[in-house]
């Protein structure tokens, strides 16, 4: 079999991962870069759970999707750039598919909030693009960069003792409101340890929601160029 023989059958079976209508229907709606799960999945595609599931394991089989296990979760999103490319190409030819992510959580909780001991919602989920952004942080946000590093410590947050931790030193915390990663892990804690103590964020009392001062709001914005809404203190 020639090169052209192989790349042609490649290609075929992954036009037929994607030609099935209900797993069309799944990846188009992941392309707005929110992960979900198969029983959301489910509801889009118009099949059962069940049938989603055996859907789900093709996509993943064929490296158009993968799975984020969060504790009792499965959340589902695109495998990588070059398969929102592919679908993006595809959709000029058939048009964008409309699936647009709805969260249901309370406004003041999905605004800012704690997720255990560091920053979601969000203000984290747009902290965490900012970061990666600005390439401080690495695109698994696994680690710092050496920009990150010094930028980080300027801050004030001690990163010696975030590394000496022994939890994990940072990661992409999936934000269960936005659906898209935040900053957790020793150097997420530290994060929000230094809003808190800087008063750019305070708890309250009967929630796990942040309001965003008005020292918050100037400095984020002077900072990241990050706005966020009047109606946070």
Known sequence: ?????????????????????????????????????????????????????????????????????????RYYSLESTEVATALEALSVLAGPAQCRFEPSTPHRLRAARTCYDHLAGSLGVTL??????????SADSRRLTDAGTKAFASLGIDIDAARASRRQFAFACLDWSERRPHLGGALGAALLHLLLKRKWVTPDLDSRALGVTSLGRRELLARWGITVPLTSR
């Open 1 to 73: 079999m020639n090169v052209g023989q192989q790349d042609g059958d490649a290609v075929s079976t992954i036009a037929a991962a994607i030609g099935e209508p209900a797993r069309a229907r799944m990846l188009y709606c992941l392309l707005d870069n929110h992960a979900r799960t198969s029983t959301e999945l489910a509801v889009v595609a118009g099949v059962s759970p069940s049938t989603a599931s055996v859907h789900l394991k093709r996509l993943q089989a064929e490296r158009l999707v993968k799975v984020l296990v969060q504790g009792k979760h």
């Open 128 to 137: 965490h693009d900012r970061f990666v952004a600005l390439r401080w942080l």
